[in-house]
């Protein structure tokens, strides 16, 4: 079962155009790590693309300098296993489409400004 929104995601819109809904709670993700792929002008990389991780794509991001599997606690960081729910930034899922790496998202839960990056088709060929 998918949370509500969280109060920090009031007003922002998903890739469809409707409500920005929760990613995940456990893990709790998020540039501002309140379980939405929120965004605003911190968030230089644009965490917006909710992803739920695969092994394949883990292995992925490790080989491109960016290991999400091992826990960074320093960073409250837990470490992603496959079928975690993460806000990826949108340059690195559009990395890992081009790829042919791509984790399945959803969109419903994934930030309009994922948009200024990646292409809606693109999205949808991952969305169930």
């Known amino acids: 079962m998918i949370a509500p929104p969280t109060k920090h995601a009031a007003g922002q819109r998903n890739a469809l155009g409707g409500p920005l809904q929760t990613c995940s709670l456990d893990p709790k993700t998020g ?3 309140d379980g939405c792929c929120t965004t605003g002008p911190d968030d230089a990389g644009s965490h917006t693309v909710c992803a739920v991780m ?3 794509f883990l292995a992925f ?4 300098g960016n290991d999400l599997s091992t826990p960074r606690p320093d960073w409250g960081f837990p ?3 496959p079928g975690d729910r993460w ?3 949108a340059a690195r899922w559009l990395e890992a489409y081009e790829a042919g790496m791509a984790p399945e998202v959803n969109l419903h839960a994934t930030h ?3 948009l200024d990056i990646v292409p809606l088709d693109a999205l949808k060929e ?3």
Do not use: I, N, Q, V
């Open 31 to 33: 540039f501002y790590r």
């Open 54 to 56: 695969t092994a394949d």
């Open 61 to 64: 991001s490790r080989s491109r």
């Open 79 to 81: 470490g992603l296993k």
């Open 87 to 89: 806000c990826l930034c």
């Open 112 to 114: 309009e400004r994922a």
């Open 126 to 128: 991952h969305a169930p």
